[in-house]
């Protein structure tokens, strides 16, 4: 579930000083894919970013053609690196379409489903 900006204005009101790391992850990821620090006094107002991929992980914002979206486009949200599920398990025609080969280089990438966009994060 997408971070609630409301749950972070409470936790940095009731731990002054704290500073809360988002993590983004799907299950088909195997953990953290993606990371955004929040400092303190920094306070999301509509959404809480996902971040920057970690290292040996990536991420990318793409149209239905698996092209990249330019910074501000709205796409999906595929990822990529070490940590990626093999596929579903009984399921090949699962795997078929979530798990889909990587226009950018070698390897998979997983079709999260989810509707991103990069901006200046």
């Known amino acids: 579930e997408a971070a609630s900006p409301a749950h972070v204005h409470k936790?940095?009101?009731l731990?002054?000083?704290i500073e809360i790391v988002n993590g983004y992850g799907p299950a088909?990821?195997?953990g953290?894919?993606?990371t955004h620090p929040i400092a303190p006094g920094d306070e999301p107002?509509?959404?809480v970013p996902i971040g920057t991929p970690l290292v040996n992980k990536g991420s990318y914002v793409l149209d239905p053609r698996l092209n990249l979206c330019p910074p501000g486009v709205?796409?999906?949200l595929y990822l990529a690196g070490e940590g990626l599920a093999h596929g579903y398990l009984g399921r090949p025609d699962l795997t078929a379409v979530r798990f889909v080969p990587n226009p950018f280089g070698?390897?998979?990438l997983y079709r999260t489903g989810d509707l991103a966009r990069?901006?200046?994060e």
């Open 32 to 34: 953290f894919t993606t």
């Open 74 to 76: 709205t796409g999906e």
């Open 28 to 30: 088909e990821s195997m």
């Open 15 to 17: 731990k002054p000083g």
């Open 106 to 108: 070698p390897g998979r």
């Open 45 to 47: 107002h509509s959404f």
């Open 11 to 13: 936790l940095q009101r």
């Open 118 to 120: 990069f901006d200046r």
